[in-house]
Each structure stands twice: as C-alpha cells, then as structure tokens.
C-alpha cells in the first residue's frame, strides 16, 4: 500500500528533492540563452521582407541586403526567406505569420496573389509613385505595360513588378531531330503542335512522353483556353489608374488601359472551355501527354533533359534550369505556345507588395523602389532563373551561356502579341485554383468525363466567385 | 496469477465484518514513525498530485484547450484578419451540404478500412516471420529495418513515392513493363490513386504494429505452442487457436491507435495525389487544411474538425465495446 511508504521525513526529504530541483531548473532558466528575441532583426526595428525561398539563391539575398545597407544605411533590413512548394502555399504560410502576429513589412507576391493581397492585406502604392514619378520614369519605360497592369487593383497600384514569365513552348532538339522534324514557325497551329507530338512518340521508344504538363493556374489548362479564345473567368478592366498610364506611357501604349483586371463570371460550362477539355483529353487518349497530376514540375527537368519528354510549356525560368541540368543551348529551343481560335499567351508576374500591418511604409517603399533598379535586378535575376520585367534586360548576353537561341521570344510574347494576359486571379484565387486542379482532373480521367466535370466546376466556381474574400 | 495478484485477492476471514473507526488501518497499529496513517495518507495522496500534474497540466494546455477551443471556434466566422464573428450553428450547416466534406468523409472511412486492414496484417505475418527461429543477428536486422520507415518524416517518403508511382517516368510501372503489365496509372486514377496511398501509409506505419506484436508474441509462454505441437497442431492451426486469441489485446491496441492515425491521414495523399483525381483521395484532414489555410474559412474548418472528433471518439468507443467479446486477457 503506498500510503504506509511515506513518511513525514520522506514527504519532507522528497519536498526538499523537488525544491532542489526547481532551483536549479530557475538557475537554468536564468541562464543566458538564445531564445525567438534573439533572432537577428525581430522587434529591432527591421524591416522585415518574406520572399518566396526559392524565388532568389543565397548569393542573391546577400547581394539584396548588403547592396540596400549601403544605399539605405538607416534602415535596418531582414530577409526572411519562406519555404513553399508553390504561391498558394506561400500564401498560406505568409498568412499564419500574419496570424502569429509577426506579419513582415513587405511580402514578394506572384499575379496569383496581387488580388488576394491588395484586397484584403495590401497598401497602394499610387502616392509614392506619384511622389517618385521622376525616378520611376526609366523604370516604367522600360517595363511593358500589360505587366503592371497586371500588379494593379481597382485603379492603384499594388506592387512594381520585377519579373515574369510567359507560357511559351520548350522543344528538345534532339528529340526533334530524332522525329526527323523541324523547329516549328512563329505562327504554329495547334494541328501543327499535334503532329509533332504525334512523329515524336513514332520515333521514340515506349518509354517517352511527347508533351509534359501539370494541373495548376499557370502552364496548366489555362494558356490552351487563352489560346483557345477563351478563359476560366470572365475577364473585364476596372476603370482607374489614368495616374498612372498619363505619367508613364505613351499615347499608343496606354491604350485600352485600365485600373487593373476583374475576373468575375465563371465560364466553364461554355463550348469553348468544352472544346479545350476535348482537345486536352484527346491528347491523354492517344498517349501523347502526361495526365495532367502525373507531370510534376519537380522532375520535369530531369526528364525533359533526359530526352524522356519533348515538349513542355515554360517561362524564361527555364533557361537557368536546363543549363544546371547540363543542357547546351543548342539542346533545346522555344516558340510561341501554339495558335487556337485565338493567339493569346498566359503569364504571371511577381513583385514586392507591402502590408497594411507595417509601421515602416516609407522605409517600404525605398525597398520596392531599390529592388526595381536594373543593377539591382542583374545581380538578382544573373542565373536565368526567371525573365526580368525589364526589357532592356532580356538580351542575347543574358542567354549566351545557357540558350535557348530564340530568347526573343520570352519578351515578345508581351510586346509583339499584345492580347497576351495575366493568369486568372481573382481574389478568391486560392478556392478558385483548388476547383479549377480538381475538376480538371475529374474531366480527363476518362472517356465522356469532360462535360459533366465542367458543369460541376461552373457550379463550383459560381460559388467561391459569390463568397465574400 | 502473479503474487501480488494471489495477495490482493487473499479473503476476509470469516465471521461478522467488524467495523472500523476513523483512525483504524489495515497495516500494523503500532507505527514505528511518529507520522499517523491519516497523515500519510495525506503525503501520499500529495506526491501523487505532484507526479501527475505536470502531465495533467501538458494535456490541458495542449490537449483540453484547443479542442474546447476548436469547438468554440466552429461557431465563428474567422479569417485570420478580421475579428470572428458569431456563426452559429451556419458552418455546420454549411460543411453538411458541402459535397467535397462529405465525400472527404467517406474516402477517409474506405482509407482506415484498407489501411489498417494491411498494416494489421502485414505487421502480424512479419511478426509472426521475424519471431521463428532465426539468429538473433537477422532478427534485430530485421526489425530494424521493418521500424525504419517509420522514422522518416511522411512527407518526404511521399516525395520518393511519388516518383515511384509515376505513370510515365516511375520505376513501379517500368518493373511491371519487364514482365509485361501494362502501365498502371497510380496517381491519376480513382482506385489507383487510393491504392497507392494505401500503400504509402502502410509502408510507413506497419513498423509501429509490428513492434507491438513481436513484444505481444514474446509474452505468449512456449509451453502452451509445444502442447499443442506434441497434440498434433499444425503452424496454421496453432496461430490460428493460440497466438490470436493470446495476441487480442496486443491487436486491440494495435487496431485502436492505428484506426486513429489512419483516421487522421494528411501526409500521403496531400503529397501523392493533392486529394484527386478529383476529390478521390480527398481526406477530412486534408479538408480541415485547405479550408482553414487555403481559403481562411477557419470556423468551418473548425466544425469539420469537430465532427472528426467525434467521429475518432465513436470509432475508438465502439471498439472497446467489440473488444469485451472478442479479447482474451489470459
């Protein structure tokens, strides 16, 4: 019986083990130590930047932070480098340190989030470009417009984009080569692109897969419905942001201008949503693509470089990736993505948007304004891992080393095919994208599934689009 | 029956049962301490307390709290940014007329049936393999190696699976192309992708079981399989009348925390299939992570974490209920 174990000597002699104990776990806890406080610029004042991790290499946030220190030696700054899969996961992790109570000042956002942010957790940036109109006037004239449109909402402006990148198509030379094919023209169909997938699966072993994809907004089903003449959302200008085109743009630049997209009325149950899903499926019944979940952009590199697929759609991103992957430039090349009903191409772009929650908003905008610098944006941007927004940066020295030989194309997707748009983004984006993988998945599953996945994603989407954000 | 079980159940002696006074113990009257029994009684009682309340403390603030918290919270509309704002009952409206939460629901019941149906299984034969007569060597080999996945973060044995499974470059369906089987798309179709978040979630989880039926195997005493041998038993019929039934409260805790986990399965088809092909591999936790972080819903996705507890609670109840017939504790 436990009771007739203890004594009042024992009772006293284990009371004074536990007060032994505590005192030396207080001496412990006296001791110095690191704790969250001491992680270098939190509660110090600092201007704290979240950037999506992989979106700069370390060399290139030393060169962020150090080059700023020197220009801005007041203001103190702290690179506070995210780890996500995609933007949507970005999100959501930017969003639970907002929860946690440790919101950064400025966070790196993709057109997937301008929306979500600038509605919900976004400062505008008009007055300060209004203030710095003479400064940005470079910035600006060297930035296509359709890119900051893209960064615009309900009339402001939310960030200054610093990048972007178009849905163009990558060919594998070689496996072109073996399918005894040309490079196609500029102004290829999408028979054309057919065709080719069809003599590149003729030529090449079971084992090979002509075109690789992934169910996601960007490089997914979206740029065929743009180049089908079609969208998943009705798409429309707010009006505005005459600010901004009267002090930036020309005349003929300027035209048609707006104050930022609005994506409204699903469209998904329409004949041409249909007639992209029917094509798309025809492609998987004929083994001619990857099913849309089974390309992962993860190892898109390997196999592409492997010769184990021959087409897939890709940004200037690309460039840095094939040439780490050990691909000469002349190993592969780009085009235009192929023409459908209309010639319209896809693409997101990214910049710095600040935060409502930050008590720094000049020392903010003196960062936005430094990171849009085309000194700044070399050192960022030197290993190919993306297209600059600047177009002046988008020459034949930048993919010297890595290819592809058409590298024209990256920025003339923007400037030679003026239709070409930002991704669908509405603010609801995040409901809006989980609908658009899951119901895509659905209608390519199998023969007869695409009608009544469209209708059921319509459905859907009529009900995030009708959810207050 | 052990000697502190033989003790326990020594009997009264016989005659009217006398009564006791206040002070009275059934140890010795005559203490040798200066303490009395009640004062003791006291300590004990006190130290018991101090043992037992840093856990009782850990469960409250870890445990108790959020799920009162939770619940609190389903009654709330909450997006992080704004104040909540009064609900009530309207996200559990909401979330029982969402097609997605209810089709979450019955794919989780199918997973736990076929998971824990497979980890069960696949543990006990390998336990039952690992037990034989082999070196000592080779065993802790092998149980090593069997409890191995188990210590991997899920999420990056996923990533690996993932690439295994791949209907176009993965070296699952290359292996089947050596022997003829045609390309098998695991992650892209309905019954394909469940299977292989089956199989992920087993490859990780069976090391736990199996642990817990080799210790459960070791119990059983030797004498009772050589009886049965020198009766003429054969190795079926023996596990079959005497390891089973010595091994069912081993296998009723095995089933009990491995309904839970599977019950609560996030890892495997996040990773693997992102819940598709359309909603087939969508699970309710997956559901509660989406709705709260992807869509800041987080009231309704408190309300579907509240219907998962219960749903955990009434599965794990049921289950000691069943256990009354069929568990033999020896």
């Known amino acids: 019986m436990t009771d007739s174990l203890l004594s009042r000597r024992g009772l006293m002699r284990y009371g004074a083990y536990g007060a032994g104990a505590a005192a030396v776990a207080g001496v412990a806890a006296g001791w110095d130590r690191l704790t969250a406080a001491d992680i270098p610029g939190r509660d110090d004042g600092s201007l704290v930047i979240a950037t999506l991790g992989s979106a700069f290499n370390p060399e290139a946030q030393r060169a962020l932070r150090d080059g700023f220190r020197e220009v801005h030696p007041d203001i103190r700054i702290r690179i506070n480098p995210v780890q996500a899969y995609d933007w949507s996961d970005f999100f959501s992790k930017i969003l639970t340190q907002i929860a946690a109570g440790t919101a950064p000042d400025l966070v790196y956002v993709a057109t997937e989030g301008v929306q979500l942010f600038a509605r919900r957790l976004g400062v505008p940036l008009d007055a300060w470009a209004k203030r710095d109109a003479a400064e940005l006037r470079t910035y600006f004239a060297d930035v296509h417009p359709s890119l900051v449109e893209s960064m615009m909402y309900e009339g402001s402006l939310y960030q200054l984009p610093v990048e972007f990148n178009a849905a163009d198509m990558y060919l594998n030379t070689r496996v072109l080569e073996r399918a005894g094919a040309e490079l196609p023209d500029d102004d290829w169909t999408r028979d054309d692109f057919t065709a080719l997938l069809r003599a590149m699966k003729r030529s090449n072993g079971a084992a090979f897969t002509p075109y690789f994809w992934t169910n996601r907004l960007w490089g997914g089903v979206v740029p065929w419905l743009f180049a089908g003449g079609t969208n998943l959302l009705a798409e429309s200008k707010a009006p505005g942001g005459d600010w901004l085109w009267n002090s930036f743009y020309p005349e003929a630049e300027r035209r048609g201008r707006g104050g930022g997209y609005r994506w409204t009325t699903p469209l998904a149950d329409t004949d041409r949503v249909a007639e992209v899903y029917d094509y798309l499926a025809s492609l998987v019944q004929d083994d001619l693509c990857t099913r849309p979940e089974g390309g992962d952009g993860r190892n898109l590199v390997g196999v592409f470089s492997t010769g184990r697929v021959g087409v897939t759609p890709a940004g200037g991103f690309w460039a840095g990736g094939l040439h780490e992957a050990g691909m000469k430039p002349t190993d592969y090349d780009v085009r235009y993505f192929p023409r459908g009903r209309a010639r319209r191409h896809q693409f997101g772009a990214a910049g710095y948007a600040m935060l409502r929650t930050s008590r720094m908003r000049d020392e903010a905008w003196e960062f936005i304004k430094y990171t849009a610098r085309e000194d700044v944006m070399t050192q960022l941007f030197a290993a190919n891992q993306t297209t600059p927004a600047r177009r002046s940066m988008v020459d034949a020295a930048r993919y010297r080393k890595t290819g592809p030989a058409h590298w024209q194309v990256f920025y003339d997707t923007l400037d030679k095919i003026p239709s070409t748009g930002p991704i669908p983004a509405p603010p609801q984006v995040n409901e809006v994208e989980q609908l658009l993988i899951k119901h895509t998945g659905t209608a390519l599953a199998s023969p007869g599934a695409v009608r009544p996945a469209l209708r059921r994603l319509q459905g859907d989407l009529e009900r995030a689009m009708e959810r207050e954000v | ?330």
């Open chain 2, 1 to 330: 029956m052990t000697n502190t079980e033989i003790r326990s159940v020594r009997p009264e002696p016989a005659g009217p049962r006398k009564t006791r006074g206040p002070r009275q113990s059934r140890e010795p009257s005559e203490s040798t301490t200066s303490t009395t029994p009640a004062s003791r009684s006291r300590g004990a009682r006190l130290l018991a307390v101090l043992f037992l309340a840093p856990t009782v403390v850990g469960i409250v603030v870890f445990t108790v709290v959020p799920i009162v918290g939770s619940i609190a919270l389903s009654l709330f509309q909450w997006d992080v940014i704004e104040d909540p704002r009064w609900a009530g009952a309207a996200n559990y409206r909401e979330i029982l007329t969402d097609s997605t939460v209810l089709v979450s629901f019955r794919n989780t019941l199918v997973f736990m049936v076929l998971a824990v149906a497979l980890q069960l299984l696949i543990a006990l034969a390998l336990a039952i393999a690992v037990n034989g007569r082999m070196p000592m060597w080779l065993r802790s080999v092998f149980r090593s190696a069997f409890f191995f996945p188990l210590v991997l973060s899920a999420a990056s044995l996923s990533v690996v699976m993932k690439y295994l499974f791949n209907q176009d470059f993965g070296p699952v369906n290359w292996l089947l192309g050596t022997v003829g089987i045609p390309s098998v798309p695991w992650l892209t179709s309905e019954n394909g992708a469940m299977a292989a978040v089956v199989l992920a979630y087993v490859w990780q989880q069976f090391g736990f079981s199996f642990l817990l039926f080799v210790g459960g195997l070791n119990t059983i005493p030797k004498e009772v399989h050589e009886a049965a041998s020198l009766d003429g038993a054969s190795g079926p019929r023996k596990h079959l009348a005497i390891t089973l039934p010595l091994l069912s409260p081993t296998l009723l805790v095995a089933s009990v925390v491995g309904i839970i986990n599977a019950l609560q399965v996030f890892e495997q088809p996040y990773v693997l299939t992102a819940g598709g092909p359309g909603d087939s591999t969508r699970t309710v936790v997956m559901v509660i992570y989406e709705t709260a972080f992807e869509q800041l819903r987080f009231g309704e996705a408190s309300a579907v974490g509240v219907l998962l507890f219960a749903l955990i609670m009434a599965v794990t109840a049921l289950q000691f209920r069943l256990s009354r017939r069929y568990v033999h504790y020896q």
